[in-house]
């Protein structure tokens, strides 16, 4: 009896480590295992993931209502970029301040300059706004251009087919699923980006006329046809003086305007203020696609930053 | 017989980004015409707009196309004429300029302990730190920190370090600030009071803990961030090796006539907005008091920052422990003394800052290091940081240090301020 009792548990004891062997080996060798990518922002993750699909693994580093200038360089980043076959970010000095150091300290040499998987969006885009002449005094002015390209789904569209060439490079597999589908985007975006500067255009000059707080929509501007006299800033990153705040009032009221736009991660005392003095309205434009939480895509983005703008100018 | 300038790729190249580039200037002149309301678009504006997609998505498969040809890191260069490229990254050495200079009052003779700190009543230029660095190759870094004082110039970091080595290991060799703690792998500038902590100065050195020497990390593969770290320096000097050889260099004999540091960093995200990095180090070598003496120091450090990712404020707030014990073996005994300072900074925005530091170190009447510390000493200052932009500080800060073998506590004022110029690095967690 005790025997055959232990004769069984030691059957079950096999078949327990059968199956467990099989799952090793499932779990260690996976039908297609995703290319782990890490973006410095929202934006290039939804742009990405858009592209990608499900061949790849997509983390942010920051979230869309942080400041992209502004990151902690935690090391909890190191990790995740030790981990990552590809690295995309947004160029331009808009990482400066915190991307250099999780690099050199992550050890991977994919995403160390001129790595596998190294991928510098903005050498893809129409850059505006570069100036070789510039000086701090001017401000944090970032010499090579204006970073804030994605704001433009025409710039996404280019990023979009240059991202298609790269993953299609790392997962060679999937070539031709991942150009077309970089295609696809591209072409989603340029219809999009199409169609809603035809819908801005239908607004009245004065309704197009806008007061922006940072340098950082310029893209958006040339994309939907706006006018911007001013900024809230005389400086970029550096908060507005008294003096500079009452030429902003007076411009607002000389010119009628209604509108302040500004990302989340600005401060809005001074828009608030502003605009309640000239009865005015603070649009609190959305800094990047909600991609950690909602997974949402960059052309989703896009679009639902755009008629939420456009809702407020028509007002 | 006449060459064309262009070989058959850049041609190839040429033509890719006329073809790209032809769509949007073609949409500029629908961007002017901003007065025609939607509702009079006729339809055969609507078909010449169908027809300009359909040229678009040709040119975009084209592009695809072509992309898929040549070399992917030159196509990008043709798609948008990069403004940088007047800049080549190849050799963009990094160079920065960071001036530290400060007016100090002292109400008796004062016992800073930094090298740079300000020292006695009056002007001080603190230091003018030339900071360099570039990628060697695919291989290497090279970082510099030159230091020009009063005295001189001195070298106070040169370094090569390994960019990607294999199974998380990370090298450095040249001179270094040694992993001993948290604010000893730090620079003045990036501190966040006038002067160095009393521990660091009494039981490391006035300049910190640092050598010639090499090191080697391993980011160890946990779900966290680990990383160990183990380096081999040289054990004389008085300005960065005061518990071990100091002054007096009896040569290398044996591999432990070096100082060998050991540590674990550790890094734990608890919520997104708040972290905390611990740190364990230990420092061992030997000292100058005998033949076969040693000296160990154990060190612990605790960095806590919360920082709302989402405040328009960019606020912080960081709190720091760093606490160490030094073991020296003397002639006839064992001499023990421990150091510690805790600290509270708050960044109110990216403007204005202010913070709280406490720093004690033990004395007692058998030092043979500071013949004068035969007690313990307490220092306690506060500091108010006003930077215009991040590129320039004015930081004034008070202090009331009592060292107990003194009938008075010194009072210090200092006001100090900071210029810095050039591109310099980011600075670490």
């Known amino acids: ?179 077309e589908n970089a295609k696809k985007t591209a072409e989603k975006l340029e219809t999009m980006a199409e169609r809603e500067a035809e819908r801005f255009r239908s607004l009245s000059a004065d309704q197009r006329r806008v007061i922006t707080y940072h340098r950082s929509l310029v893209y958006v501007i040339d994309w939907l046809g706006l006018e911007r006299p001013m900024n809230v800033e005389a400086r970029p990153g550096v908060a507005p003086t008294p003096s500079h705040v009452a030429r902003v009032l007076n411009t607002m009221r000389r010119q009628k305007i209604k509108t302040i736009v500004q990302e989340r991660h600005y401060p809005t005392t001074t828009s608030n203020t502003l605009a309640r003095m000239v009865k005015a309205k603070v649009v609190v434009y959305p800094g990047g696609a909600s991609f950690a939480d909602k997974k949402e895509l960059y052309s989703q983005r896009i679009q639902r930053t755009a008629e939420a703008l456009y809702g407020s100018l028509a007002r | 017989m006449t060459y064309l300038p262009i070989s058959f790729r850049q041609g190839l190249l040429l033509s890719c980004s006329l073809v790209l580039s032809q769509p949007s200037s073609a949409a500029e002149p629908a961007a002017e015409a901003t007065e025609v309301p939607e509702a009079t678009v006729t339809q055969a504006t609507q078909d010449s707009e169908l027809q300009g997609l359909v040229d678009r998505v040709k040119a975009l498969e084209d592009t695809v196309e072509l992309m898929s040809t040549v070399q992917p890191s030159q196509a990008p260069a043709t798609v948008a004429p990069a403004p940088t490229a007047a800049r080549p990254e190849a050799s963009n050495l990094d160079v920065a300029l960071i001036l530290d200079a400060a007016v100090a009052w002292f109400s008796q003779e004062s016992l800073q302990t930094g090298a740079h700190d300000p020292s006695d009543t009056g002007f001080h230029l603190q230091q003018l730190e030339m900071s360099l660095g570039e990628n060697v190759d695919h291989i290497f870094e090279l970082r510099a920190n030159l230091v020009f004082s009063a005295l001189g110039v001195e070298v106070e970091e040169a370094y090569g370090r390994t960019l990607a080595l294999p199974g998380g290991f990370q090298v450095r060799a040249g001179q270094f600030l040694t992993p001993m703690g948290r604010l000893n792998l730090t620079h003045p500038h990036t501190w966040s009071f006038v002067d160095q902590p009393l521990v660091n100065g009494t039981l490391l050195g006035s300049e910190g803990s640092r050598g010639s020497g090499v090191e080697v990390s391993w980011l160890t593969p946990l779900p966290w961030y680990a990383d160990v770290v183990v380096s081999a320096t040289d054990p004389a000097g008085e300005c ?190």
């Not at chain 2, 003394?337 to 925005?349: E, S």
């Open chain 1, 1 to 179: 009896m005790v025997r055959f009792a232990f004769v069984h548990s030691f059957d079950r004891l096999l078949g327990t480590a059968r199956v467990m062997t099989v799952l090793l080996l499932l779990a260690s060798f996976p039908a297609q295992a995703a290319l782990k990518v890490v973006t410095t922002t929202p934006d290039l993750a939804a742009l990405v993931a858009e592209v990608g699909g499900d061949h790849v693994d997509v983390i942010t580093m920051s979230r869309p209502d942080q400041d992209p200038h502004y990151v902690d360089p935690k090391p909890s980043l190191v990790v995740d970029l030790a981990r990552a076959d590809m690295l995309v970010f947004n160029g331009l000095e808009l990482e400066i301040g915190w991307l250099p150091p999780l690099q050199v300290n992550c050890r991977n040499a994919a995403v160390q300059k001129g790595g596998t998987g190294y991928f510098d969006a903005s050498r893809y885009v129409k850059v505006m706004e570069a100036n070789r002449e510039a000086n701090r005094a001017m401000g944090d002015i970032h010499p090579g251009g204006n970073p804030h390209y994605l704001y433009d789904p025409r710039e996404g569209a280019k990023v979009a087919i240059a991202l298609g060439a790269k993953l299609a490079e790392l997962i060679p597999d999937q070539r031709s699923f991942l150009l």
């Open chain 2, 240 to 429: 960065c090796a005061r518990s071990f050889m100091s002054g007096d260099d009896l040569g290398v004999r044996t591999p432990l006539d070096f100082v060998y540091t050991l540590g674990l960093r550790q890094f734990f995200e608890l919520t997104n907005d708040l972290g905390l990095a611990w740190g364990l180090t230990t420092q061992q070598g030997p000292n100058s008091t005998g033949n076969g003496n040693r000296t160990e120091i154990y060190g612990t450090d605790l960095y806590l920052r919360w920082r709302p990712a989402s405040a328009t404020s960019r606020m912080a707030v960081s709190w720091t422990l760093e606490g160490m014990m030094r073991r020296r073996q003397i002639p006839g005994g064992l001499r023990v003394d421990t150091g510690a300072y805790t600290q509270l900074v708050w960044n109110l925005n990216p403007t204005w800052e202010t913070g709280l530091r406490y720093g004690y170190v033990s004395g007692s009447p058998e030092d043979d290091l500071i013949p004068e510390a035969t007690d313990d000493r307490h220092r306690v200052s506060g500091q108010v940081t006003y930077r215009p932009s991040h590129f320039s500080r004015l930081r004034l800060q008070g202090s009331r240090d009592n060292p107990l073998y003194r009938d008075e506590p010194i009072w210090v004022g200092m006001l100090a301020v900071e210029f810095l110029v050039g591109a310099h690095g980011a600075h670490s967690y």
